[in-house]
């Protein structure tokens, strides 16, 4: 099946700090990637849709000048949180979508982000 | 707007039947997902319906009725590793997910 990789699983970073989370499709290619967030005991959050090679889509509500989304390449899509804060720190998902299979989403492990 | 209804928790016992439902909302319709959450851990892909009817794969079912805008996920034989969120989606015209907030399944020996 197709796997999805995040890196790192879990960061622990002081206040004011940036933290760049990737995602990595292995053995497919990732026409689209979605960035979710998902607080304790809530559902997952989408917060931006990105394609390879142009600008990502950011959901009402989120900043998209702290939240950075590169899609370099079919592959790999990374996650920049600028200047983080203790309210940042959530559960961060990506999931991505094959060129053959647009109707299911594939997850990532996650990555767990704590601001102090 | 789009909106997911689904209960928030559930409980049942060890090798019984269990039901969870879902109802929708969506500008459009393009499938309905059931996903598996471990506490901690991304979900899982579980299930995927676009047409009406009875989906079933191995100890879990899902079914969809589109007229209706419901579908429900049917796990049988339960065992404690079944204890999860069951999370449910249903993709819209823009092919987007429009996620529930899950309903917590809570195994009981």
């Known amino acids: 099946g197709a796997v999805v990789s995040q890196h790192p699983s879990w960061v622990i970073c002081k206040s004011g700090t940036s933290v760049k989370i990737e995602c990595r499709s292995l053995?497919?290619?990732?026409?689209?990637m979605f960035w979710y967030r998902q607080f304790p005991k809530q559902s997952l959050m989408l917060m931006a849709t990105?394609?390879?090679?142009?600008?990502?889509?950011?959901e009402q509500g989120v900043e998209k000048d702290k939240f950075l989304i590169n899609h370099a390449s079919l592959t790999l899509s990374t996650l920049t949180v600028t200047s983080a804060h203790p309210e940042d720190s959530s559960f961060y998902i990506c999931?991505?979508?094959?060129?053959?299979?647009?109707?299911?989403?594939?997850f990532g492990p996650g990555t767990r982000l704590t601001v102090l | 707007g789009q909106n997911i209804d689904q209960p928030t928790e559930m409980t049942a016992t060890e090798g019984a039947i269990v039901q969870i439902n879902c109802t929708y909302q969506?500008?459009?319709?393009?499938?309905l997902f059931w996903y598996q959450q471990h506490a901690g851990e991304a979900p899982t892909f579980l299930s995927y319906?676009?047409l009406d009817g009875l989906e079933e794969k191995g100890r879990f079912s899902s079914f969809l009725s589109r007229s209706k805008g419901y579908s429900y996920l049917l796990l049988k034989e339960l065992q404690m590793k079944d204890s999860a969120s069951y999370l449910c989606?249903?993709?819209?015209?823009?092919?987007?997910?429009?996620w529930g907030a899950g309903t917590k399944l809570i195994i009981k020996p």
């Open positions: 999931s991505a979508v094959g060129l053959t299979s647009y109707n299911e989403q594939f």
């Open positions: 053995d497919f290619q990732a026409t689209t």
């Open positions: 990105s394609n390879e090679g142009s600008k990502a889509t950011y």
């Open positions: 969506t500008s459009g319709f393009n499938g």
């Open positions: 319906n676009v």
């Open positions: 989606a249903a993709m819209d015209s823009n092919y987007q997910l429009i």
